[in-house]
């Protein structure tokens, strides 16, 4: 009987083909950080004036301390310098701020904010019966606390300076008293102040407090109307210093405009002397030339 051929059984074993390299993840790494770009890329170009703005501050001056941009304080929602360019924006958003404040539609009637050659004039105007202030008292009531509080709480995230008017109307205290509207309009813009300071507008913020009285009336035509009874807050454009690169460039050409003149005036060479005329020797009419020999 023929024996059977032996069964043979060969397992192949699946290799590894070898170490491929990491060259895969410096690709997927650039992928990945082109992504970032393009996606940071396109916020930016989304973005407000404002913010690019105070983005471009950053890298110029990253510490904070520039002159002309970035700041070390936060702005109105958004960091941003007010100048005369975005100085309606300011006013936007102040008006929402305030709108926030209890029993605001009462009082947005005697809130006025206009735009001025010195800034944005913010004026918080009173009525017959007082509005932010009791008659005749420097003090502020409930109402006029709550609009100041809130409008110190958004100036005060701003670098521009400050400053703070009281007025009043044409009438006038009884006679016999030491205390007149001068008094009134200056304690008014004071009390202001004091409670300014205290809830968010920086110490050095404030660069003036002016009582005007009743010198500078809302109401030419109607000196005892009740709206020339007003504070002023004045957010102030801000001037930028001049640059020193731009002095230092002025002194050197001033400087160097002077030294050029007086060289100019030492080498100019002194006019030609004429030398004195050699008096010739007179002929005399009787003397004949010599005869030539022969």
């Known amino acids: 009987m023929p024996s059977k051929p032996p069964i043979i059984v060969i397992k192949k074993k699946g290799g590894h083909g070898g170490h491929h390299g990491g060259a895969w993840k410096v690709a997927y790494a650039d992928f990945v950080t082109a992504m970032m770009a393009l996606f940071i890329v396109l916020w930016l170009l989304s973005s407000s004036k404002p913010v690019k703005e105070a983005i471009a501050g950053y890298f110029k001056d990253p510490s904070g301390k520039a ?20 100085m309606d924006q ?47 008292s420097p003090d502020l009531n409930s109402d006029g606390k709550e609009i100041v509080v809130k409008l110190a709480q958004e100036l005060g ?18 006679k016999g008293r030491n205390y007149s509207n001068w008094e009134l309009s200056s304690d008014r813009a004071n009390a202001a102040r004091r409670l300014m300071q205290l809830s968010g507008v920086g110490e050095d ?53 002077t030294n050029a003149s007086e060289a100019k005036a030492g080498n100019a060479k002194p006019p030609d002397e004429k030398a004195p005329d050699t008096p010739k020797p007179a002929q005399d009419p009787a003397a004949k030339p010599a005869s030539p020999p022969h």
Request: charged share 30%.
């Open 90 to 136: 300011l006013k936007q958003q102040l008006q929402k701020a305030m709108e926030k404040v209890p029993d605001f539609d009462k009082l947005k009637d005697h809130i006025e904010m206009t735009v001025t050659n010195e800034g944005l004039r913010i004026e918080l105007m009173e009525s017959a019966k007082g509005t932010f202030y009791d008659l005749g």
């Open 157 to 174: 995230k701003l670098p521009n300076k400050l400053a703070i008017e009281g007025h009043t109307d044409a009438k006038s205290y009884s």
């Open 205 to 257: 913020q404030v660069t003036q407090v002016r009582g005007f009285a009743d010198q500078r009336l809302r109401k030419t035509d109607s000196p005892l109307d009740p709206s020339n009874r007003r504070i002023s807050v004045i957010v102030q454009y801000l001037v930028a210093p001049e640059a020193p690169d731009s002095k230092a460039e002025g002194a050197a050409a001033a400087a160097s405009g």
């Open 67 to 86: 002159d002309k941009t970035g700041s070390d304080r936060a702005g109105v929602g958004e960091n941003f310098v007010v100048n005369k360019d975005n």
